[in-house]
C-alpha cells in the first residue's frame, strides 16, 4: 500500500508550537490576541490578522521547521510499515517550499535534513506545487492508497478518493465519516493500518 504521510500536524505538533509561540511573540510584541477555540487557521485561533500571522512565521517558521522534535515513535512506525511493506510518500505543503528561489530551496533543504535527523524513512518526498495546504494532484498523481493527515480541509476535501487517518488535533473534530479514522498516536496508526 502506498501510504501517504504529512510532516505539520502528523509527524510534529505544530498546534501546540502554534499555542506556545504565538502567544509569547503576541505577548511581547504588544499584540492582543483571545482563544477562544483551536482552528486549523491560526488567525482564528488567536483572532489575530493574517498579516500579523504571516510575520510571526517569517520570524519563526525555520526554527520551527529545525528544531520542532518528530511525534513519539513516528519514526519507529514508520520503519514498521516499511518492513511490513508499505510505501512511504511524505507530501508536505508547507509555506515557503513551494517557492522557486533561493527561499524555496533553502526550505526544502531543511525538510529533508530533518526528516534525516528524525530517522524519518520514506521512498519518496513530495513538495505540494497546489496552492498552500492542498494535495489533491499529489494524492492522485502518485496513487495513494490511505493519507495520514491533520488538515481538515483536505481531510474533508480527499475521504471521498482515498482513506484518511485523522491525527487527531483540537482543529479537526469535525472530521468524520465513513472514510475517516481518527488515531491518537503512531502507534494507534499503526494498529489501525494492520486493521485496514
Given amino acids: 500500500m502506498r501510504i501517504g504521510?504529512?510532516?505539520d500536524g502528523v509527524l510534529t505538533d505544530v498546534e501546540q508550537f502554534a499555542m506556545n509561540y504565538i502567544s509569547k511573540y503576541c505577548v511581547e510584541n504588544n499584540i492582543a490576541y483571545h482563544i477562544e477555540n483551536r482552528n486549523y487557521d491560526h488567525c482564528k485561533t488567536f483572532h489575530i490578522s493574517k498579516e500579523i500571522e504571516n510575520d510571526f512565521?517569517?520570524?519563526n517558521l525555520e526554527y520551527y521547521a529545525i528544531n520542532e522534535k518528530a511525534r513519539p515513535f513516528a519514526s519507529e512506525i514508520i520503519g514498521k510499515?516499511?518492513?511490513?511493506g508499505h510505501e512511504i510518500y511524505i507530501i508536505t505543503a508547507r509555506w515557503q517550499t513551494n517557492r522557486e528561489d533561493d527561499i524555496g530551496e533553502r526550505m526544502r533543504g531543511i525538510v529533508k535534513n530533518w526528516l534525516d535527523e528524525n530517522k524519518i524513512i520514506y521512498d519518496k518526498l513530495i513538495f505540494s506545487k497546489a496552492a498552500q495546504e492542498r494535495k489533491s494532484e499529489e494524492i492522485m498523481e502518485n496513487k495513494i492508497d490511505?493519507?495520514?493527515e491533520?488538515?481538515?480541509n483536505n481531510i474533508n476535501e480527499l475521504k471521498d478518493f482515498v482513506p484518511v487517518i485523522c491525527y487527531d488535533t483540537g482543529y479537526n473534530k469535525e472530521c468524520v465519516g465513513d472514510k475517516i479514522t481518527t488515531c491518537y498516536s503512531w502507534y494507534d496508526i499503526y494498529r489501525k493500518i494492520k486493521d485496514i
Avoid: G, R, T, V
Fill in 81 to 84: 510499515l516499511k518492513e511490513d
Fill in 150 to 152: 491533520d488538515n481538515p
Fill in 146 to 148: 490511505l493519507l495520514i
Fill in 5 to 7: 504521510i504529512d510532516i
Fill in 57 to 59: 512565521w517569517k520570524e
